[in-house]
């Protein structure tokens, strides 16, 4: 009897720790198996409390339990994440899927538990917004990873907010580029809203030439889009804008060509100038793919 006791509290302990340790700490634990088999039998667990056997098999359910708690908890924060975004809540929101994908425990597992709903889109995008993003590498994507979404932000301000004004981002699997999802996004303001809200920030070296293409479709009911790229520190410093998009013109390339002068980080952003007062709407959606910046 103290013997299953033992073994019960010892997996239980393990699994707890394992539970909120790093996924890598898990991965490391087996691979070292043996060697911290050994340790425990011979300096902290008698050999006749649990045994040689016992041991590796406590170990590996203490794991297996591991994962379970995590996958639970993850499945637990991904619902709260999901009910303050409901609510408007994007800032708790974030908070709630960083607890998630730093619970789960795989990358097979964050991308089917996302990817299965439209939903991914606004919560990653929700994740760059809380981590405030200061301007790592822009690496080229297509909107087909977590890390494709974690590359791109979104700026809302507050002041400019109204009841009837409505931006919905969702993964499309129809409408893409390249197979097999492309970033969609809905867009109705009831009036000229000055668009600058979806933006990817990154650090460039100073007076280096660099190109930016990005593939991007619209269907704009009023209202028009183009890309720009601006000095994170102000657009005075810099500011650089593609053609205008054409409207229902199927999937279009932007290039932007620059010279990053005094900058450290720069800005790129889907545009709209609108003087945020006229009754003219910007309503419309707008789809974008493949995407990619380097240096000349």
């Known amino acids: 009897m103290p013997q299953a006791i033992t073994k019960i509290c010892f997996i239980l ?10 996924n890598w700490f898990g991965v490391l634990l087996v691979f070292l198996l043996p060697e911290i088999q050994k340790y425990l039998l011979r300096r902290i667990i008698p050999r006749a409390v649990i045994g040689n056997k016992g041991l590796i098999f ?57 990817f299965r709903s439209g939903d991914i889109a606004k919560a990653m995008l929700y994740i760059s917004r809380y981590d405030a993003l200061n301007g790592a590498a822009l690496p080229a994507g297509d909107f087909e990873t977590i890390e494709d979404f974690l590359s791109w932000n979104i700026l809302t301000d507050t002041s400019d907010l109204r009841s009837s004004a409505e931006e919905r981002f969702n993964i499309d699997r129809r409408t893409y580029k390249s197979p097999a ?24 070296e100073r007076n280096t030439e ?29 500011c650089v804008r593609s053609r205008q998009l054409k409207n229902g013109a199927g ?45 000349l």
């Not at 302990?13 to 790093?22: A, D, G, M, N």
């Not at 970033?183 to 650090?203: E, V």
């Not at 619209?218 to 994170?232: A, K, L, N, P, R």
């Open 210 to 238: 660099y190109v930016f293409t990005i593939f991007t479709q619209i269907e704009m009911e009023s209202g028009d889009m183009f890309w720009e790229i601006v000095d994170s520190k102000s657009w005075r410093n810099l």
């Open 58 to 114: 406590s170990m590996v359910i203490a794991v297996a339990l591991a994962v379970c708690f995590k996958i639970a908890i993850s499945h637990y924060y991904y619902d709260k994440a999901m009910s303050e975004q409901k609510k408007g809540n994007s800032l708790r929101a974030g908070q709630y899927y960083r607890i998630v994908l730093r619970m789960l425990p795989s990358r097979s597992m964050k991308k089917n538990i996302y």
């Open 251 to 295: 999937w279009q390339e932007s290039v932007i060509k620059l010279n990053s002068g005094d900058s450290d980080y720069l800005r790129v952003r889907l545009r709209h100038y609108g003087d945020g007062k006229s009754a003219s709407p910007l309503k419309g959606t707008v789809w974008i793919d493949d995407w990619e910046i380097k240096k």
């Open 13 to 22: 302990l393990l699994s707890v720790i394992l539970t909120f340790l790093p």
């Open 181 to 204: 999802t492309s970033l969609r996004i809905d867009i109705d303001y009831p009036y000229d809203k000055n668009y600058y809200s979806f933006h990817a920030q990154f650090a460039v």
